[in-house]
């Protein structure tokens, strides 16, 4: 789906050619990393998709979040930093959004610049539709 200037690739794959199921991965020339999913093995909901790369192997897409009781899926954007010496991590992007994002729910993350800003499609809470939107890393 995405390729970086040190040739890393993101896109998604099938993890079991039985089930369908297809989780993004990271290719970084030598080996293909399965970045997983936040649904925590639920088997519904056990999808993911990379969608965009960074040069610092930041990868941003979309995966699903279990249903709970009578709530469907949800589709949710995510960021996976790929950490020089801990290890990587997948979190939903909807969890770092400060007051000023509030009033959405990001559903898909679609690419990454070397600066962490981060180009989305957002359900607008307030107005209803499917906005795109730019996020923009506040320091800390």
């Given at each position: 789906m995405a390729i970086n200037n040190y040739?890393?690739?993101?896109?998604?794959?099938?993890v079991?050619?039985?089930?369908?199921?297809?989780?993004?991965?990271?290719?970084?020339?030598r080996s293909m990393m399965d970045l997983g999913t936040l649904s925590g093995g639920m088997a519904d909901s056990d999808y993911s998709v990379a969608l965009g790369?960074?040069?610092k192997?930041?990868?941003?897409g979309y995966t699903y979040l279990p249903g709970v009781g009578e709530m469907?899926?949800?589709?949710?954007?995510?960021l996976w930093n790929r950490s020089g010496t801990g290890t990587a991590k997948m979190v939903n992007l909807n969890n770092l959004l400060n007051e000023t994002g509030k009033g959405y729910v990001l559903i898909s993350a679609t690419a990454i610049n070397d600066y962490g800003q981060i180009v989305a499609n957002a359900y607008d809470i307030?107005?209803?539709g499917v906005r795109s939107v730019l996020l923009i890393p506040v320091k800390q």
């Open positions: 040739n890393h690739v993101v896109g998604f794959s099938t079991k050619s039985n089930n369908g199921h297809v989780h993004a991965f990271f290719h970084d020339g790369v960074n040069n192997d930041q990868v941003v469907p899926l949800q589709q949710v954007a995510f307030y107005n209803g």
